[in-house]
């Protein structure tokens, strides 16, 4: 009886991950073999995974990436010529930290987005909020918080989150309405890391966004402080399907 109060306490001040571990204990016969040290080591170690697990549960849901991406699972073949020396040193998350962006560029399917996802999968197990959105979808939200008067409110939402991911950049002509919101998001997101993907080489973004002065400012704050990646090989989805194709045969 005194182990179940034990254990009911520990989830009333939310220690649930202790209460599990020692549940756990409690059906080990030789449990007391251990020190009172190794058994309390036990229970804290269990409480501080669980914290970190939760939290990386929650951090993933709001991050909302498209694909569930993970660095150990890149595709270094040579034909891809990515340089693992550099994403390893992009896989510790130290130019989030000081506010630089990633522009990753590549024809469709070799992998933009998926890649975006492994940064942004990585971002989230150090403890950094992330979100993934399509540029279409953000310029569309932009747009109803302009209408219904949050857009100052949404502009705060989206400069905290350390890193912002824009998917998909440069695939319709933006109107005036997008360019000018742009500029407030990049404007308000200063010091934070945005990672964009793009069919587009970077060297024809300005004439992308089509106003030469909203481009330069918007460019400037995006390409100041940034890493550059394009992405080469053939489409990866197009590899899937033959290789799906060939196991139907």
Avoid at 34 to 41: A, K, N, Q, T, V
Avoid at 59 to 70: G, M
Avoid at 105 to 123: D, F, H, I, S, V
Avoid at 188 to 204: A, C, F, M, Y
């Amino acid at each position: 009886m005194l182990h179940h109060h034990t254990i009911d306490q520990l989830k009333n001040l939310k220690l649930n991950g202790m209460a599990q571990s020692l549940e756990e204990q409690l059906a080990v016969l030789d449990i007391n073999q251990l020190s009172f040290e190794e058994r309390i080591g036990m229970l804290t170690d269990r409480e501080v995974s669980f914290r970190d697990n939760k939290r990386l549960g929650r951090l993933l849901t709001q991050a909302k990436l498209k694909h569930a991406a993970c660095i150990e699972d890149i595709n270094y073949s040579q034909e891809r010529q990515l340089d693992k020396k550099q994403i390893l040193g992009l896989s510790s998350c130290q130019w989030i930290h000081k506010g630089y962006n990633l522009l990753i560029t590549g024809a469709t399917g070799c992998g933009k987005t998926w890649l975006a996802c492994a940064l942004g999968n990585q971002a989230c197990r150090i403890g950094l909020s992330v979100s993934y959105l399509r540029m279409s979808k953000l310029c569309e939200q932009l747009r109803i918080a302009q209408g219904d008067g949050s857009f100052q409110i949404k502009l705060s939402q989206l400069a905290k989150i350390n890193l912002l991911i824009i998917d998909d950049f440069g695939l319709s002509v933006p109107s005036q309405l997008d360019r000018n919101n742009l500029l407030e998001l990049v404007d308000d997101r200063n010091n934070k890391s945005t990672i964009i993907t793009s069919q587009l080489p970077v060297e024809h973004w300005h004439n992308y966004i089509g106003e030469s002065t909203l481009a330069d400012a918007i460019l400037d704050r995006l390409t100041s402080n940034c890493y550059q990646l394009n992405l080469k090989g053939e489409s990866l989805r197009k590899k899937k399907q033959a290789l799906t194709n060939t196991d139907q045969l």
